[in-house]
């Protein structure tokens, strides 16, 4: 049997070590679309931060890991999938057969339609090379853009603000990480970087970015280009939709992602937000399945199928899909939508269907002095979604209440009356499980 794995970050090196434990004779291949060692998006942060070197970023540390495991490791991007033929085609003109695939190709950054993001200092934060690329040109005292203050955003953001730039944060949402969080906790979230020195913009879009002589840009923005290496660099003018201009040395987008799905046209695999997975992670044709960001699976909450783009949802959609496609029969139990940010030291976490449901009840408590903040989302007497500021200890707590569907009784009205002793709620349960 030859299992080929396509994609080589978290859910593909899971997927592949798998394999390998539960088909020890297969051939097992894994295809990384970079020309780097399979690594962790997630960690490109603490290159930026200089916390770790690339090597840190590392999925599998130990020299020769995958050779040990009788993985073979290939570098290509696929242009083409044929399941009818088994084949997979790459760019380069190559191509690969496979007898069981798994496409765990992940996502890339929206590139929104902006004139200006092909100059030399306009970066995306996604890859190793664009994290060589920032930190070349975010020195201590440069003058940075981010575009964008969702989940990645913020992370970036967190980065960015360790190396000492002058940080300006321009989101069009009317809040920050307003995906994870609602109008009290992102407003709270915004507040907390303010009171740090990073300027924040919400509800404001980036309208165009132009290239500026170093000559002009100190007549317009009263700051010199610390280098003169115009091949390499430009300083920016960036112009907002309020009519405000923003002289920059750096811009990084952060404007959402898309799955990486292209070369599956014509394929007969089944796309909507992403490939359409059943609860064995098996896509719709025969033989194919998908894992991690670019897979639209079970999700524990809604009961539909959802992209949850996280690492613990990748590792684990790898790890069931390849027991099934080695010949096992097990079931994907969904994945559970949740955060956990830590914003220039401000923690912040949202779990499960943290906005709430229709003919819910819901309770929160807001320390706006303190940048604490705690709401609890229910469904008759179920724990359904939560989110929290400045309360780490609450973080295991309401995932553990939330994925046991722990049938609260008398709790509930408690935790209406006093959120915070959700701590007591869960041992009282646990002592009776």
Not at 111 to 116: C, E, K, L, N, V
């Amino acid at each position: 049997m030859h299992y080929v794995v396509l994609g080589a970050g978290p859910s593909g090196v899971v997927a592949a070590e798998t394999l390998r434990k539960t088909d020890p004779a297969g051939q097992i291949t894994l295809v990384s679309g970079e020309p780097e060692p399979p690594y962790s998006r997630m960690a490109i942060p603490y290159v930026l931060t200089g916390k770790v070197g690339e090597a840190g970023t590392y999925l599998r540390k130990t020299p020769g890991h995958y050779a040990a495991l009788g993985i073979e490791v290939r570098h290509g991007l696929a242009s083409r999938l044929d399941p009818d033929h088994k084949r997979i085609d790459f760019r380069d003109g190559s191509h690969l057969g496979y007898d069981r695939l798994l496409i765990a190709t992940g996502a890339r950054p929206v590139r929104p339609p902006i004139p200006g993001l092909e100059l030399r200092s306009v970066h995306h934060c996604w890859t190793l090379e664009d994290a060589r690329n920032i930190v070349r040109l975010a020195e201590p005292g440069a003058h940075v853009v981010l575009m964008g203050a969702g989940f990645i955003g913020c992370i970036v953001l967190e980065a960015l603000a360790a190396r000492g730039v002058h940080l300006t944060v321009v989101e069009m949402g009317d809040r920050m990480v307003p995906r994870m969080m609602n109008p009290t906790a992102g407003t709270m979230i915004r507040t907390w970087c303010e009171r740090k020195g990073i300027r924040v913009l919400t509800s404001t879009r980036i309208k165009s970015l132009q290239s500026v002589a170093a000559e002009k840009s100190r007549g317009i923005f009263g700051f010199l280009k610390r280098r003169e290496a115009t091949t390499e660099s430009d300083t920016i003018d960036v112009e907002l939709d309020n009519g405000e201009r923003i002289g920059a040395h750096l811009v990084v987008v952060s404007a959402g992602v898309t799955p990486n799905v292209d070369f599956l046209k014509d394929s007969g695999v089944k796309v909507e937000r992403g490939i359409l997975v059943d609860r064995y992670m098996r896509s719709s044709v025969n033989d194919v399945y998908a894992a991690g960001d670019v897979a639209q699976g079970y999700d524990f909450s809604t009961r539909a199928h959802d992209v949850h783009a996280i690492q613990p949802t990748a590792s684990e959609h790898g790890r069931i899909a390849a027991m099934n496609m080695a010949g096992r029969n097990v079931q994907y139990n969904g994945s559970l939508q949740m955060n956990v940010l830590d914003t220039v030291g401000l923690i912040s976490s949202s779990f499960g269907l943290w906005a709430g449901v229709d003919g819910g009840d819901s309770v929160e408590v807001v320390d706006h002095a303190n940048y604490k903040y705690l709401s609890l989302q229910f469904q008759d007497d179920v724990l359904v979604g939560g989110t929290a500021i400045g309360l780490t200890q609450h973080v295991g707590v309401l995932r553990g209440l939330i994925q046991a569907e722990t049938r609260l009784g008398p709790w509930k009205e408690r935790l209406k009356k006093d959120p915070h002793r959700i701590m007591e709620a869960y041992v009282a349960h646990s002592q009776v499980r």
